[in-house]
């Protein structure tokens, strides 16, 4: 097999890595301020795709409007969350809200079911047939997918790094006794990170609804690969999240010719525990101390 | 009816093992662990594999708690380096590695076809009431033995110190005892009493395969747990009960939501345990049979 | 791992009534308590119900017809669950609370297979549709009844199709569980006993965000069909990504996979002339005719695709048939052995149990011919079911021809 094979299982690896990689960024993100690994954000990005489904079953055949109604359903869902559940919890430790985030996972996820059925839904998109650059099949859609991609985790890095209210999530982040003795409105910066996490949550969603089919399960699927990318990736690093979902499905696609398509998941969860074992603090992580 | 009262009785007990020995790592220790079905998994393959190579029970029994135990060695080495969301993952992505082990090492296991035929003890007795009121007076004394395990180490001075560890790690150091070492033996014992609860598992449902060992049943024996108390044996029973009560009782559901269509009940079920995981964490933190002021 | 809901469901307010009343003799007999276990939630649940309530209206027929020597037919309801625990909870009761004397209507294998050490230990008749092999070697005293067949034979009957469709180079893809393996394994063993081999097979893990890297390697073997062993979701992203790689390969598949639902789901263009393979219930036969009019009449629905059901019926006949023929007070080793004399060819042809009961009690040889197929039972206790092959077209699937095993 000659190059031109090794650079297709690269790019296959790669853009599993992004689908993967928006999910394990809006972990981060809560992982970073709300200090646990949120649960549900598979079922958010379900709910986002359901919420496309709608409009789309409704008769509107425009993916922009699909896609605007999946982020603002996943964003109505997060900012729920957050307002009945989570903001309760909030000082009591990390496992309490993880325990939460597994229940109301699966409470939203049977919910779901109990509506929508079990039948697949699939977005009506036309099938593009790839274009050949250097010898290499390109597909337009991964083109679609690497831009809707970079555009949000730049707009994540813009609001955390270079607007005031991304200025106290990360101080939130840091400290948040600190935080709040120097007069952080510390309810605001929540309640903006939940609407930022339902945003990606329904960007992700959206993703892999057109990417996929769209049933009950599949964003659950997704939680524990997006889990391990974001540790992999470090907390409060929005960027290494993405990145480390990246090499962790690169890793996954050129691993399968000497290990078979088996083991591929199995290769992400013990590169996670294996990487840590060295790096407790993960690739792209400061190290920090333990409680 | 006695017959079928036995059947959900084993099936409670096995999930009373699982809860405990969560219990004996969280509730005692304050180790977090979401792998749990991974040593209930690795417990109940060792033990099927055993017994249809021949060997005697003891045997299975033996290697079930046994390598349940290897396994959670390296794990727990490493819980003493990590943070503990980390760890939840970390412990969450083992269970899951042994899931795709299992499925993908066929030549030991079988694989996806499963491992069909494990023999079960007590055969000999013939089928029906007393073949499985000896297999329930088994699984009662693993409960029984585990209980009476879990009270000896809290209560002696080892268990002291475990709790020590989990109220103030940094005053034990100060006192040159090792934290360390502590909780890896007391992850060790825990994996081990998940191991036996699995090879009860294998040999009383005769047929195993790697879809039963998904992380939700870590998840439910967490529900269970939380339920109960943390810290709490006789709050693992409870909780252990409830979940059972959930899982089988929605034949009583159903007869009271007549128009619920049947497939959709399988959706309620499901919600009701994720709903009253939510519940409990926000409003009964300490679960059932905990006072309040303790924690 | 989730429990059973179960229902207890007695047929037949006469069935009570006829047993009391003494038949023939004094004494009278027994009934025949048969346990409907069935996948009402799960997986199966698209057959389960159809399944479960036809048990009963055929149960109910041979009641009406007086019984099965002077035996009437009772009913104990209950799911599955599709999953092995719940499966083995609701056997045992079935088994020890309500002494069932055989189970109809389990569906996958792994409860079929959880639940035989029980039938087996008590003596007790299981009629199944599961697909495993082992379930025929596990089966040592003669049992277990499968009214369809097992995944490899299914798999073997395909590769006749792939030969006859005049292609020449086949890979195969399988979903990791045990029906997406067996399947492929058939295929292969069929394609390399017809002297060719598959020029690529690839195993993989579902629940993946995608299958390109697994499309990559089967298509750098340039095939011309492949043979799918999986479901309908991923068919859909599988067939999608095939397209989207500028590939025009052909796929065939079982019928739950390649489905009318994929057109809707990715266009008429880009599944047309993509293969199904699936059970069919024996259409012509009379016995068909008079079971669907039946289910239409109980369930208020067409059976349709309901391939299951056919079979429940018939394994309600086929027991009765064999009870009438084993005589009154024969135990299920008795019984069992009566089913092969009753349904495989040698006798007068039957369409049902009144029918065959008359031409028993007159002394004739009879040969039940069922709604699900000629039911002719081999030394494994399977039968060689009917497949079809249909091809979608622009959007429909359309019927092509039978196939026989």
Redesign the interface.
Known sequence: MGYAYYVGLAINGAVEGLTIGLAALAINLVFAVGRFPNATTGDLMTVGAYAGIAVQQSGLRSLWLQGLAAVGASMALSLALYLFVFRALRGRGMLAPLLASIGLAILVRSVLSFFAGHDQYVFQLPIVRPIMIAGIPVQSYDLWLGGVALVCVLLVMAILFLSPIGRQMRAVADDLTLARTSGINVDRVYLVMWLLVGFVTGVAGMVLGVRTVVMPEMGWNMLLPAFAAAVLGGVGSPAGAVLAAMVVGIAQEMSTPVLGFTYKIGLAFMVLVVILAVRPAGLFGRVERVR | MLAYITAVAIVFCIYALLTLSLNLHFGFTGLINFGHVGFFAIGAYAAALCSLNGMPYVVGFTAAAALAALAAWPLGLLALRLREDYLAIVTLAFSEIVRVVITAEEWLTNGVQGLPGIPRPFASLGIGGNAELAYLALVVTAVVLAILLIRHLVRSPFGRLIQAIRDDEVAVKALGKNPAGVKVRVFMIGAAIAGIAGALYAHYMNYIVPDQFLPLVTFYVWMAMILGGAGSISGSLVGAGVLIGILEGSRVVRDLLPNVMQVEMASLRLALVGLLLVLFVLYRPNGLMVKRDES | ???????IMLTGAASLAAAMAPVGFARAAEPYRIGALNP???AG?PY??GTQKTILFAAQEVNDAGGAAGRMFEVFAE?T?TA??AG??AA??L???NKVDAIFGTWSS?VT??I???TD??NVILMTNSG?A?IST?DTKDLVYRYSTTGIRSGRAISGVIEKEGLTRVATMAF???SG?DLVAGVKSGWEEKGHSLVAE????P????Y???L??IL?AKPEIIMLGSY??DT??IV?EA????SDVRFIGPGYAIAP?LS????AE?VEGLMAVDYVSSLDSSAYAHFSKRYQDEMGSDVGENFYASCAYDMVQCTALAIEAAGPGADNTKIAANLRKVSNPGGKVVSGFAEGKKLLAAGEEINYEGASGPLDFDEHGDVKPLFKLSKLRSGALEYQYMLSL
């Not at chain 3, 690839?202 to 893990?205: A, H, T």
């Not at chain 3, 629940?207 to 995608?210: E, H, I, M, Q, V």
């Open positions: 791992m989730r429990f059973n809901r179960r229902e009402i939630t799960g649940s389960g119900s799911d669950q092995p625990e083995v909870l045992k009761k088994i020890e609370v792994g297979l959880a035989m050490p029980l230990a008590a495993a082992s596990l990791n569980n045990a393996r690839v195993v993989y893990e629940n993946r965000p995608g390109r890297s697994e990559q390697q750098a309908l979701p859909t992203i999608r397209r989207q790689m500028g639902k809707e789901s990715l266009g880009a």
